[in-house]
């Protein structure tokens, strides 16, 4: 199994089609500013994460600037995730491009 690095253009009808975008990216950046209906994925939540979401659904990885994205859908693509996305450009490109599909607080 493996992953998929896509643009942020390619990933908007992904997230239309209820895929799960997953922010790896610190909790403190998170809670600052994210892609609306994003969860924060880490290493205390990642187990928990896996064991309760449906392999099936599409999941999106998103970071900074969509390098450590490829690991972290790597990762669960190596875990059963039959869909996953890494997604080029990251939160900061998304955000450039997107700022009305943002989200803050907790």
Known sequence: MTYTCIDISDALPIIENNATIVDIRDLASFQTSRIANAKSLSNDNV???IDNTDKAQPIIVCCYHGNSSKGAA????SQGFKEVYSLNGGFSQWSAMFPDQCESGN
């Open 47 to 49: 187990q928990d994460f």
């Open 74 to 77: 790597e990762y669960l693509a």
